[in-house]
Antibody, heavy 124, light 106 residues
């Protein structure tokens, strides 16, 4: 049974880079047909999909980003650690949110399961 | 982008009642829709996918349906543990988008 756990700083300064890692247990992130994604939740914007990565064992994974964040986001994977990561550059107070990692099978785009979430606050 | 509009934004009901939540998409999503339940301080939990397929382990009092751009989540015979916020999510195309949520108070 897959389990996901987010980790990273809970406080990031404005204009800096938010970096989070999702550690996966119960299965390999390079297993076929599994996609790995990031979603955030803020009081002002509700649930927002950030992006997803598909890593099939090749040297790099396919990534899909929300156009509203694409210019600032990078999602990558580290198969040696069974982790995938989120980097969000040039953050502002509007990036303050609970960040979740989640997975889905195939190209279904239905997220299950989710990590417990981690609150990231952007301060000036 | 496909926009998802949920209604109502909140609802109060009693144990044993039947509640219906609606999600309307700005274009046909061909049943590519999921419903999630989120309890306070927890991550969302997948309830229904494909508009009407119950995720394993979800009680049968939950059901979903779709017709064109409209999808509904019905909870028959409400239980105290159903108190939560419910979200729909379109899964047809990127960017994936969620409804704004419906808060259900028992």
């Amino acid at each position: 049974q897959l389990q996901l756990q987010e980790s990273g700083p809970g406080l990031v300064k404005s204009s800096e880079t938010l970096s989070l890692t999702c550690t996966v247990s119960g299965g390999s992130i390079s297993r076929r047909n599994y996609y790995w994604g990031w979603i955030r939740q803020s009081p002002g914007k509700g649930l927002e999909w950030i992006g997803s990565i598909y890593y099939s064992g090749s040297t790099y994974g396919s990534t899909y980003y929300n156009p509203s964040l694409k210019s600032r986001v990078t999602i990558s994977a580290d198969t040696s650690k069974n982790q995938f990561s989120l980097n969000l550059r040039s953050v502002t107070a509007t990036d303050t949110a609970v960040y979740y990692c989640a997975t889905y099978y195939g190209a279904t785009n239905y997220f299950d399961p989710w990590g417990q979430g981690t609150l990231v606050t952007v301060s000036s | 982008d496909i926009q998802m509009t949920q209604s109502p934004s909140s609802v109060s009901a009693s144990v044993g009642d039947r509640v219906t939540i609606t999600c309307r998409a700005t274009q046909d999503i061909s049943s590519w829709l999921a419903w999630y339940q989120q309890k306070a301080g927890k991550a969302p939990k997948l309830l229904i996918y494909g508009a009407s397929t119950l995720q394993s382990g979800v009680p049968s009092r939950f059901s979903g349906s779709a017709s064109g751009t409209d999808c509904t989540l019905t909870i028959s015979s409400l239980q105290p543990e159903d108190s939560a916020t419910y979200y729909c999510q379109e899964a047809q195309s990127f960017p994936l988008t969620f409804g704004q949520g419906t808060r259900l108070e028992i």
